[in-house]
């Protein structure tokens, strides 16, 4: 799929798009796994759920984030790792989890430091406020630090896992 939208940019930008290939693919994992939270938390908040909505957003996350760690394992890094697989994935969510406070970091800025809510500011402002920087400022900080976090501690070397399955010598018989 990567390969036939990266054939069909026109060059000069193709080539910027191949280089920057690994993060394409993350920021592709990203918008896939904020559908499926969003769609998990409305699902889940307007059924079984509907009396309980943090209880439905935790759930939401949990399901995003496993499904994040598995795309970006198998796809956006694939030829990354470098340490073992229980360790690899307590790191991820670990990073996950920071990740969480660096995307609201913005948003309690604006309630809570400049006080950009009712009743200091009229209704439409405070909505504003909240788009911008839980939706925005939040979103591009966060995916920054897990970005940087994840090629760093997560899947810290390159080149360590091969693209396509190796095939096995056969064994020598013994004697």
Not at 96 to 118: H, K
């Amino acid at each position: 799929m990567v390969e036939t939208v990266l054939a069909a940019i026109p060059q000069p930008y193709r080539s910027v798009a191949i280089k920057h290939r690994e993060l394409l693919k993350f920021a592709m994992v990203g918008g896939t796994t904020w559908v499926i939270d969003t769609t998990v938390f409305l699902v889940l908040k307007a059924t079984v759920l509907e009396a309980k909505p943090l209880t439905a957003k935790i759930i939401a996350v949990l399901v995003a984030t496993i499904v994040s760690y598995v795309l970006n394992r198998e796809w956006s890094f694939r030829t990354r790792g470098g340490r073992e697989r229980h360790h690899e994935a307590a790191l991820f969510f670990l990073v996950s989890g920071i990740g969480v406070a660096v995307y609201t970091a913005p948003l309690a800025v604006s309630r809570y430091v400049f006080d950009l809510q009712v009743p200091g500011v009229s209704l439409l402002t405070q909505e504003i406020a909240d788009f911008v920087s839980g939706q925005i400022l939040g979103v591009l900080a966060g995916m920054a630090f897990r970005w940087w976090a994840f090629r760093r501690f997560v899947f810290p070397d390159e080149g360590v896992r091969r693209r396509t399955p190796a095939v096995a010598e056969p064994a020598e018989p013994r004697p």
